[in-house]
């Protein structure tokens, strides 16, 4: 069933991401989780982006040398299918996108809500679009267009899409946000509907309700709502009002120029905040989930925009910058550290570490210094 983990992972990739963003969808047959966790801070990456569009990365951080390759990308792709609605909820706008990058395939994610996200990625009311690219997704194998599976990477089976019912059975069409008559239930919690001509599933638990259809053989999408009344009217008339239109970008600005072995960039994406606006913010993971990492990540999150630097913390300097370091203990006992430069001109960089047991402060320092970036954050397609 679908529970609050769950929608926290979703979001946060990141996600607008509480601090950082982990997987989208986690796994169905009798449910439909949505993985990113604290990316909203995430989480979140996350959103559902065509296209990935580099800003030159510069020296204006002046943390170490460059190598003047003003087209080196954090590990976007290049472009993608973008997907949006032609409904929403009156007052609701797009605070998120984010693009994250499993061993699979890529996720874009968009969400939107009804004010920015905040500092500490709080959840709001809320509606989350996510597509993920190749086919590979926790929720394979999920039917094409024509009702046949497409290529199962896995043995999984998914009640309600892995398989057309026989004429005369249930086809349940949830247009205009029409829940379903009594009696559709898989037998695992999930509902069969259909979602503008394609099979879905659709799942409901407590506050949140999750859809999920692929519209073509190789796009797996899905809708998550929360908070947004008790039934899963408003996240099935936001789904079918779902339709391909014109890119929808991801502002890429942050570039880590030398990666820890073993580790690679896990999501990246822009998100409004509270206190200082358009953020840009990119997530680092290791390169196998499964498999022990040979060297500590020295960071989880870095976070590039306008503001300055928070109160308080040690001085010092990183690449020739005012900086500060600072340490709070989280209500988890996780210890919150964070590394934080004056870019000038109104910016600045935030090198984030959660851990259960702190990194030493050299080596968050000295990561810091191997971060450059390009413009500021591009979130013309947020709402002033």
């Known amino acids: 069933m679908i529970t609050e983990d769950s929608i926290r992972e979703t979001l946060e990739h990141g996600a607008s991401q509480a601090p950082d963003p982990d997987r989208v969808l986690a796994g169905l047959p009798a449910r439909i989780r949505t993985a990113r966790r604290r990316r909203m801070a995430t989480a979140s990456a996350g959103t559902v982006a065509a296209l990935v569009t580099l800003s030159a990365v510069v020296n204006a951080t002046g943390l170490s040398p460059l190598d003047q390759d003003r087209n080196v990308a954090t590990g976007g792709p290049g472009a993608g299918n973008a997907y949006g609605p032609t409904w929403l909820p009156s007052g609701m706008y797009e605070v998120v996108r984010t693009v994250s990058f499993t061993s699979g395939p890529q996720r874009y994610e968009r969400i939107w809500s009804f004010g920015p996200m905040t500092k500490v990625g709080r959840l709001r009311p809320l509606i989350s679009l996510t597509v993920a690219e190749d086919g590979e997704s926790p929720l394979d194998p999920l039917p094409s267009p024509d009702g046949r599976n497409a290529a199962p990477r896995t043995p999984r089976h998914i009640p309600g899409i892995d398989k057309v019912e026989p004429s005369g059975g249930p086809d349940v069409h949830a247009s205009d946000g029409t829940s379903p008559p009594p009696g559709t239930d898989t037998g695992t919690g999930t509902e069969q509907v259909t979602i503008n001509g394609h099979p879905a599933v659709r799942e409901r638990s ?3 309700c999750a859809i999920a259809w692929r519209p073509t053989p190789t796009q797996l999408l899905t809708v998550v709502s929360q908070d947004m009344g008790n039934d899963c009217t408003v996240a099935s008339r936001f789904a079918q009002s779902v339709a391909k239109g014109s890119s929808a970008p991801v502002n890429d600005a942050i570039k880590v120029n030398r990666m820890p072995e073993g580790y690679r960039v896990w999501s990246t994406g822009a998100l409004r ?3 200082s606006g358009c953020v840009a913010r990119l ?18 999150q870095i976070e590039y925009g306008h503001g300055p630097l928070p ?39 935030l090198v984030n570490k959660y851990a259960r047991e ?13 971060i450059s970036v390009g413009e500021p954050p591009n979130c013309n397609w947020l709402r002033d």
């Open 206 to 208: 407590s506050n949140i």
């Open 273 to 275: 905040t509270n206190s």
């Open 283 to 300: 997530s680092i993971r290791p390169a196998d989930p499964t498999a022990d990492p040979q060297l500590p990540l020295p960071a989880d």
């Open 311 to 349: 109160e308080g913390g040690e001085p010092l300097t990183v690449g020739g910058r005012p900086a500060r370091y600072y340490e709070r203990l989280e209500l988890d006992e996780t210890l919150f550290q964070v590394v934080a430069i004056d870019l000038g001109d109104g910016r600045r960089l």
């Open 358 to 370: 702190p990194v030493p402060r050299t080596v968050l320092v000295e990561f810091a210094g191997q």
